[in-house]
């Protein structure tokens, strides 16, 4: 029976596959440590409070690079090249969504409209990305391979998007609200379609790799239009709304260690 369990073990066991998805997951983890890092140093006078947390995020994505890297050589694997097509973070950037690596690159300090852009980004990217761990989480969390890197994984990504409810509402307390609902609208509409586009991708290239029948690829591949057009139709949703976290200062402290799975 095709399940997600089913289809994430499959890709698990076999060693090209498995080399496939810690690439495009290890580079997609360091992006965002990367671009963390360089708005941490660029975060306008009147919110430098807020800096630290933005390391701290930073730095815990590049854990997270790290992590899938440690998976890979415990394997005696190496990474291979990301294929443009599934590079999730650059063809966000191409749609706009997010601060542009030029923006980042330059020494020109950030607007406070600058922040709620990079804060809105991240409340709807962390969202789909606290939602995967919380599946992997479900069925791996126990693998003797993998499952101590998944459950670390989840614990950090469900801090992450509980500091971007908790700053979105500090900024919509200050003034925001009507930016803020208007970005996340934007961010989320634009990351539905660009997940769909990187599911496909990533699939078909798995496909090859594990020579899946014609009938089973065109099934998934069914399967992420559906699940796009319910995410189209209102599932988007989800990743708009802010509450107030049950963590609180959820970035507060310095970032844990990824040394056990050197």
Request: net charge neutral; glycine share 8%; charged share 25%.
């Amino acid at each position: 029976m095709l399940s997600a369990r089913s289809l994430f073990q499959e890709i698990l066991d076999n060693d090209e596959s498995f080399r496939l998805f810690c690439s495009i997951a290890a580079s997609g983890e360091s992006q965002g440590g990367w671009e963390n890092g360089r708005i941490a140093a660029l975060v306008p006078d009147s919110q430098r409070a807020l800096a630290p947390k933005i390391v701290r995020h930073g730095a815990d994505e590049d854990k997270h690079g790290r992590i899938f890297n440690a998976l890979l050589r415990k394997r005696g694997l190496e990474p291979v090249d990301v294929p443009a097509a599934t590079d999730y973070t650059m063809l966000l950037e191409r749609r706009g969504i997010g601060l542009a690596h030029e923006k980042l690159r330059a020494d020109q300090p950030l607007t406070e409209q600058d922040i709620v852009t990079y804060l809105s980004h991240s409340r709807v990217t962390e969202q789909r990305a606290a939602d995967q761990m919380v599946m992997l989480r479900k069925y791996f969390g126990a693998d003797p391979e993998v499952g101590k890197a998944v459950k670390m994984i989840s614990n950090d990504e469900d801090n992450h998007l509980a500091y971007c409810h908790e700053e979105l509402l500090r900024f919509a307390y200050a003034g925001h609200g009507r930016t803020i609902q208007g970005t996340l609208r934007a961010c989320a509409l634009a990351e539905i379609a660009v997940y769909r586009d990187v599911s496909l991708a990533v699939m078909e290239r798995m496909g090859r790799i594990l020579r899946w029948s014609p009938v089973k690829s065109r099934t998934l591949a069914a399967g992420i239009h559906g699940m796009y057009a319910y995410e189209r139709a209102g599932g988007w949703r989800r990743m708009v709304s802010l509450k107030m976290p049950e963590r609180r200062d959820a970035l507060g402290g310095p970032a844990t260690s990824a040394a056990e799975f050197a």
